[in-house]
């Protein structure tokens, strides 16, 4: 299943979805439904963590299938002095350790920017259920844009993509940042 999404909009922060399932929430039979607004703001808690860390502000975070938080992460580059330790990395590597499985198919990761090549590949591998991202990465994004990593032949899972969730909070984070860091520099 692969969900289409329209640039500048987002898809999920609407109410009354007819074609979404009803909130079971406390029967037993079925997972609450995810609000991805929500979901999101707890990505972009550890996106600004990550600016005051100095580190670029992206931040993960994956879900189990009730929609518990399994782990959440921001990028660690400097920190660790590791260009992989991206958020969608670390936060991946969590919830497989938390939940004992390789497969994080019940699962979906929550991300303030478009996931680059490394990470859109690496979501392949923990065969990840369902990708919901922010702001759109044409430069350096690898789902929607560039390589386009689950659209290549060779690619053999494709998790769930909406992209565009809260895009323009997530992309005015990011701007301020490296306008802040120009600034550092050339003072
Ligand atoms: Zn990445």
Redesign the pocket.
């Known amino acids: 299943m692969r969900q289409k999404h329209s640039h500048g909009s987002s898809p999920l922060s609407r109410t009354g979805d007819e074609s979404a399932p009803p909130d079971r929430r406390g029967d037993g039979t079925s997972p609450p439904r995810l609000d991805p607004s929500e979901a999101m703001s707890c990505a972009l808690g550890a996106a600004r963590e990550a600016a005051s860390r100095g580190e670029v502000p992206v931040g993960a975070i994956v879900l189990g299938a009730d929609g518990q938080v399994l782990a959440s992460a921001s990028n660690e580059v400097e920190q660790r002095v590791d260009p992989s330790a991206?958020a969608?990395i670390l936060a991946m590597r969590e919830a497989a350790r938390v939940l004992g499985s390789r497969s994080l198919a019940s699962c979906t990761l929550v991300v303030t920017l478009e996931?680059?090549p490394?990470?859109a590949s690496a979501m392949t591998h923990f065969r990840l259920g369902r990708v919901i991202y922010g702001a759109y990465d044409p430069k350096g994004g690898g789902v929607d844009h560039g390589p386009r990593i689950f659209e290549q032949p060779a690619c053999l899972h494709r998790p769930e993509v909406i992209g565009g969730v809260r895009e323009h909070e997530n992309a005015e984070l990011l701007k301020k940042f490296f306008i802040t860091l120009r600034e550092s520099r050339a003072s």
Do not use: A, I, R, Y
């Open positions: 991206h969608e996931p680059c490394m990470c």
